[in-house]
């Protein structure tokens, strides 16, 4: 995104295109009303999350008796107190490490399974090929609330609620949707010659899979690994019900949080400090990796 | 700990390998059919382990849900009670203030993504800080719904009167003299409903403008100079040929919104859990659920998953016709 382009020649001062001067008058006014509403937007969107940042950094006492902004002006008191109570009292710590267990395999596991019925989808030729793909694309907006009560019934019959495999399952369920549609996307894109050529020389479909359309597709698997990995972690619902109600030492970070929000009325401080720790993750992903995160999003629109 | 860490090893390094062995022995196993064969089973063994999942997780369970709705809460034994389940959804005054509030949020969280998302892509395009300032719009959809849950928590803090205020709302108000205003606890007027709305608004304002923005650029530069040239003005432009040519790309992002609208669950549950006049479809179902009233609770979620498929259809019908084009 910031990848700067080869320095191009700069147009001569003088080789300004002269436009008339009634024109530049409203022009310039409108530039002016331009860089004004999309600062302000810009502000707006980043005090809430700057507000967060500076509250969990001030002492507890002083949280609960001047607004974020004061801290700015002295005396100036900041403190690490907040994160260290957290991280040693609430669980939090632990929560961390259970969202991590959660979200890498039900990261891996949907993308192992999408990548073979993408390919199908893209480049086999079989009856009714098109309507099941439709078909798939059409669960993308199922409403994860009418699954619940069937699968934790089912979950329950195995034994396994509360165990992060029934998370992983969960997840890898209810995110290949996008992952097939995603990935179906990048590979029914590809050339067909490539395959035509792959296939003149000799290779069968598992070859053609692993040589060709695999390592051509690993910008659209980067992008939904990302989108996979946040969606798991940030998420509430499915860690709530399949495990929060069997075992919940093992909820991920998310649902520690929820319960501290509901329970801690006055332990703010401690809030500030843990939603920023939630935060420390997607935060990383984010600057680092934006790009396959947006292409991403666009390229999977229709998720729900 | 220990055992827990090695399961996800295992999983990880373990299934992609499983994977892989199960397509290389199926194809070992094809290629003992004759060659006309061959071509219709193998994309079945490839869709096999994708299908499977689809089924279990989401086709089986909808079916499921839609039979229980039709049953008496009891776990153990379920007794067919007809459509009382639905009947208790249609005279209950919580659960219709709740599909109410569903109306409320759907038509607002779409109005207010879309059209900021469509404002904010058009004028970023002009200016050349716009990495940054999508960049910051963007962030939030990054987060999780609890910790925007956590951080507008903060940003709607409220004192009482006379004391000072620590929330940003209600301190930035408060400099031309209005509020304070408990924006969390007030059912009157659904100022609450509305609050969390704000909420929404501001984590997918980002993912609308994304989208959009790409559509923008995806414009070509001709047809606008060619309409400059002509004499229209940059307000007349907008209207007469971006806007248009942004049409299916407008279409596809309201739907998304409408359905995040309808499933909006987590921010009610962080920051009102439904109290003062804020109940939503999803927040009532876990309610339910939470009650043991299974029978209920799977009635709540067909309501919502009635409401889904008229925008499933359509979101179904533009997939197909943007197939067609490719």
């Known amino acids: 995104m910031t990848a700067t382009a080869p320095s191009r020649p700069l147009p001569h001062p003088l080789a300004v295109p002269a436009t008339p001067r009634a024109n530049r008058r409203p022009r310039r006014a409108g530039r002016i009303v331009l860089h004004l509403v999309v600062v302000g937007l810009m502000v707006l969107w980043a005090i809430p999350t700057i507000g967060l940042l500076v509250s969990s950094f001030r002492p507890s006492s002083e949280l609960s008796a001047s607004g974020w902004w004061t801290a700015f002006a002295p005396p100036y008191h900041f403190t690490m107190e907040n994160y260290s109570q957290v991280i040693n009292q609430s669980g939090i710590g632990r929560a961390f490490l259970n969202s991590l267990f959660i979200a890498i395999p039900a990261t891996i596991i949907p993308i192992a399974v999408a990548a073979f019925a993408a390919y199908a989808f893209s480049w086999m030729e079989f009856p009714g090929r098109d309507v099941l793909f439709v078909v798939v694309v059409g669960l993308l907006v199922v409403p994860l609330q009418t699954t619940l009560i069937p699968i934790l019934r089912a979950f329950a019959e195995w034994g396994i609620t509360g165990e992060f495999l029934a998370v992983w399952l969960a997840h890898t369920g209810y995110g290949l949707p996008f992952a097939v549609y995603l990935l179906r996307n990048f590979m029914g894109s590809l050339p067909k010659s490539l395959f035509e050529s792959a296939a003149i020389d000799g290779a069968n479909h598992v070859t053609a899979f692993f040589r060709v359309a695999l390592p051509l597709c690993v910008p659209a698997i980067a992008a939904l690994a990302i989108f996979q990995f946040l969606f798991v972690w940030n998420d509430l619902l499915v860690a709530l019900i399949y495990i929060g109600l069997a075992k919940p030492d093992r909820l991920p970070l998310t649902a520690t949080m929820a319960n501290l929000v509901n329970s801690l009325g006055g332990g703010w401080y401690l809030l500030a400090a843990a939603a920023f720790l939630s935060m420390l993750v997607p935060l990383l992903i984010f600057f680092t990796l934006q790009r396959y995160f947006i292409r991403g999003i666009i390229g999977g629109a229709v998720k729900g | ?326």
């Open chain 2, 1 to 326: 700990m220990d055992s827990q860490l090695l399961t996800a090893i295992e999983v990880v390094v373990g299934v992609p390998a499983a994977l892989v062995g199960y397509i290389w022995l199926t194809e070992r196993i094809v290629t003992l059919a004759p060659p006309k064969w061959q071509k219709r089973i193998r994309p079945w063994f490839w869709l096999g382990p994708a299908l499977g999942f689809l089924g279990f997780f989401l086709v089986y369970p909808t079916i499921g849900t839609i039979i229980r709705s039709f049953q008496s809460r009891s776990p153990l034994r379920p007794r067919w009670v007809g459509l009382d389940n639905y009947k208790w959804f249609f005279t209950n005054d919580a659960a219709l203030g709740a599909l109410l509030n569903n109306v409320v949020w759907l038509v607002m969280l779409t109005v207010f993504t879309v059209g900021l998302g469509l404002v904010v892509a058009v004028l970023v395009d002009r200016v050349r800080y716009e990495p940054w300032a999508k960049s910051i719009l963007f962030l939030p959809l990054a987060i999780s719904m609890v910790a925007a849950g956590v951080i507008w928590k903060f940003m709607y803090d409220f004192r009482p009167p006379g004391q000072p205020q620590t929330g940003t709302v209600n301190a930035v108000i408060g400099t031309v003299g209005l509020g304070p205003v408990a924006w969390l606890q007030s059912p009157t007027f659904g100022v609450s409903t509305f609050a969390l709305i704000a909420v929404m608004v501001w984590m997918w304002t980002g993912f609308a403008m994304v989208i959009i923005s790409a559509a923008v650029k995806g414009i070509d530069p001709e047809l606008l100079e060619a309409a400059r040239l002509d004499g229209a003005g940059e307000w007349q432009v907008f209207r007469r040929v971006t806007f248009p040519l942004l049409g299916p790309t407008l279409a596809v992002v309201s739907t998304t919104m409408v359905i995040t609208s309808l499933k909006t669950f987590d921010i009610v549950y962080t920051l009102t859990n439904g109290n003062y006049d804020t109940e939503v479809i999803a927040n009532l179902m876990i309610k339910q659920m939470s009650f043991g009233e299974y029978g209920r609770a799977s009635a709540v979620a067909v309501v919502l998953l009635l409401a889904i498929i008229p925008v499933m259809a359509f979101n179904i019908r533009q997939f197909r016709a943007q197939e067609s084009v490719r």
